[in-house]
Nanobody
Framework: VQLQASGGGLVQAGGSLRLSCAAS????????IGWFRQAPGKEREGISW????????DYVDSVRGRFTISVDSVLNTVYLQMNSLKDEDTAVYYC???????????????????WGQGTQVTVSS
């Protein structure tokens, strides 16, 4: 599966952005899709994931209630709607795909085999 992330940009604190992760080469229904982010000088952090086949989702506490992950099976695209953005959300955001038969730690980057290129999100106060 090939992944293409897009939708990043510059936004003021309190604003919103929607990231997209378009997949090709395979149906998203066969993968766990995760969103990760990496701020300067920090490790890559898993923030949300979705099982495209049945829509199960989860979030880390720092984004829960502000971010929403969703999937459009027709477009084979996963979205990350980000609301109430804060300075600390500034990072490069990545989407990734993991094998649903082997994944255990769903927020860990090492579980994910395929990665899209990053998209920069910058939140200004």
């Amino acid at each position: 599966v090939q992944l293409q992330a897009s939708g990043g940009g510059l936004v003021q604190a309190g604003g919103s952005l929607r990231l997209s992760c378009a997949a090709s080469g395979s149906s998203l229904d066969t993968w766990y899709i995760g969103w990760f982010r990496q701020a300067p000088g920090k490790e890559r952090e898993g923030i949300s994931w979705i099982t495209s086949a049945d829509g199960v989702t989860d979030y880390v506490d720092s984004v829960r209630g502000r971010f929403t992950i969703s999937v459009d099976s027709v477009l084979n695209t996963v979205y990350l709607q980000m609301n109430s953005l804060k300075d600390e959300d500034t990072a490069v955001y990545y989407c990734a795909a993991a094998n649903p038969w082997t994944i255990v730690q769903k927020f860990e980057a090492y579980e994910y085999e395929f990665w899209g290129q990053g998209t920069q999100v910058t939140v200004s106060s």
